[in-house]
């Protein structure tokens, strides 16, 4: 028989309580206000995707902050234009002074112009409040998570039946997650008794900042972090790989685990991940691959072969956030060996995890990531893959490479530009040289790109960033927008022209 599901309540009214509360849980002033939020976002997208806008609206961060804090004086709902109009003046304040990443002149940073389609499944998940932890606190958002991991484990090589995984909330938190099971795998009493001492880690010398954090967090400290030479492509170079572990070995250091880049931050570059991984298999070491940036290629018939060896990696990290263009935060760790995934932690939390349902402990997510409650974060993804297919992804990934590398021989075409190495990803760093800057010393040059980027950027034209590369600094750009086209990066190219010219006549 049929239970019956729950007593049917008389009326949505809410006995009680203050007009306030009453009003912010009213299913009808959500409504007006969605109807709203719908109306600005389409406009504002669609005036951004046609480059009517700023790229970057840039204000003074004190000035902002004042600002902000002005809108918490009065009660906007309580005023003559109720919680619809509120709303309104709210979403008018947030998207005029942000950074809109869906200006086809985005080309900065690796956060990605967004699919809006995903952003719409993220904010349902965000509006009903799935959280996960525990499966009953987000039944479907658990069942979403196991098929991405499972379907990013099968892409990394892996069968999904003997490799596992999480998501969780960025890059940085899914390295040091990572790591931290390398740590407590390699050294296991580490969890209760701290590293011995001598402990080091290896990496890739343009590692992203997070993994040398991660080595502070971890208990080595980050000084302990051995980084390795790159060779001429600004990849880890084996030889001297292999030179750094047998020195280790023979100091009797440990080693949690050597960290890979699939992707490096700076310029995109990729290790050659099959010799890290003989590297690592003579030495009997930990291979980790931060993927965050280039693991996306893995969707691309055309460029999948650029990671060729990482499914000999003990453990990869992938942001979906970058090249599969949903909205931050969404990243996977994976594992090949699903006997790992519980030597991340090892918590006690019985009001959580019911150990007479032992078999639970697969499914509720918490025993195995660094935060308890965890926003849903695959939502986006999965919504994104179901509409379109994977080769939504593929077609993303190789548009954004070629696109890269038309803009490397585009700059080779031009006497005062210079591409600082070949794009092996979507990432590509440069330098403006006019004839009268070549002559300046190399500090006078690093202050020119800083100063012509700081410029560009302000006036909102265009959006891009900058690096240094062995003591040079140069300009960045990241292909990571759909929207973007060849012409664009031409008129970049006459941007950064005008700004220089702005620049050295100051
Ligand atoms: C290679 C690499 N790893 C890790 C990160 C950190 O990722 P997140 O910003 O998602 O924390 C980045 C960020 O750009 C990155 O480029």
Redesign the pocket.
């Known amino acids: 028989m049929q239970l019956q599901m729950s007593v049917q309540r008389e009326d949505s009214s809410m006995d009680g309580c203050t007009d306030a509360v009453a009003r912010a849980w009213s299913a009808e002033e959500f409504g007006a206000a969605a109807g709203e939020w719908q109306r600005l976002l389409t406009e504002h997208l669609r005036e951004v995707m046609a480059g009517r806008t700023k790229v970057l609206n840039w204000s003074d961060p004190q000035q902002s902050a004042q600002a902000a804090a002005a809108w918490l004086e009065h009660p906007l709902a309580a005023g003559p234009d109720g919680v619809a109009g509120g709303m309104r003046q709210l979403l008018q304040q947030m998207l005029s002074a942000g950074q809109n990443l869906h200006h086809p002149h985005y080309i900065g940073?690796?956060?990605p112009a967004s699919s809006p389609l995903a952003g719409l499944l993220d904010g349902a998940a965000a509006i009903t409040n799935q959280v996960m932890a525990v499966y009953e606190m987000g039944p479907w958002a658990t069942a979403v998570e196991q098929a991405l991991v499972s379907r990013l484990c099968g892409l990394t090589g892996w069968d999904p039946s003997t490799s596992s995984g999480i998501l969780t909330h960025?890059?940085?938190?899914?390295?040091l997650t990572a790591l931290l099971t390398a740590r407590n795998v390699v050294l296991p009493q580490s969890w209760r008794d701290g590293v011995p001492a001598g402990t080091t880690m290896v990496a890739n010398a343009d590692?992203?900042y997070?993994?040398t954090r991660a080595a502070g967090i971890l208990g080595l400290g980050a000084a302990a972090v051995q980084k390795v030479p790159l060779d001429a492509r600004r990849r880890m170079d084996v030889q001297r790989l292999d030179d750094v572990l047998i020195e280790l070995r023979r100091g009797n250091r440990p080693v949690i685990a050597v960290s890979a880049?699939a992707?490096?931050?700076p310029t995109g570059a990729i290790d050659d991940l099959s010799a890290v991984a003989d590297v690592c298999r003579r030495h009997e070491v930990w291979m980790h691959v931060?993927?965050?940036?280039?693991g996306s290629l893995l969707f691309s018939r055309r460029y999948r072969d650029r990671l060729k060896g990482i499914a000999a990696a003990d453990s990869v990290?992938w942001?979906a956030?970058?090249m599969l263009f949903v909205p931050?935060?969404c990243?996977a760790v994976l594992y090949r060996r699903r006997e790992v995934r519980f030597e991340t932690f090892q918590q006690d939390a019985p009001y959580l995890f019911d150990p007479s349902a032992p078999g639970m402990a697969d499914i509720d997510v918490g025993m195995r990531t660094v935060e308890c409650t965890k926003r849903a974060t695959g939502f986006g993804l999965w919504g994104l893959w179901a509409l379109f297919g994977a080769e939504l992804f593929e077609q993303l990934v190789d548009r954004m490479l070629q696109l890269t590398m038309r803009f490397r021989e585009l700059l080779n075409s031009e006497a005062d530009f210079e591409a600082l190495h070949e794009p092996e990803c979507n990432i590509l760093a440069f330098r403006h040289l006019p004839a009268e800057v070549r002559l300046l010393s190399l500090a006078e040059q690093n202050r020119f790109q800083r100063e012509l980027r700081t410029q560009l950027i302000r006036e909102g034209s265009f959006y891009i960033v900058q690096t240094t590369l062995d003591g040079m600094a140069a300009l960045r750009a990241t292909v990571i927008n759909p929207l973007t086209t060849e012409q664009d990066l031409r008129d970049l190219l006459t941007a950064v022209r005008q700004c220089g010219q702005r620049v050295w006549n100051l």
């Open positions: 940073h690796q956060v960025g890059g940085s938190l899914a390295n590692v992203h997070c993994i880049c992707g490096a931050t931060d993927a965050a940036h280039g990290v942001d956030h970058k931050a935060l990243t």
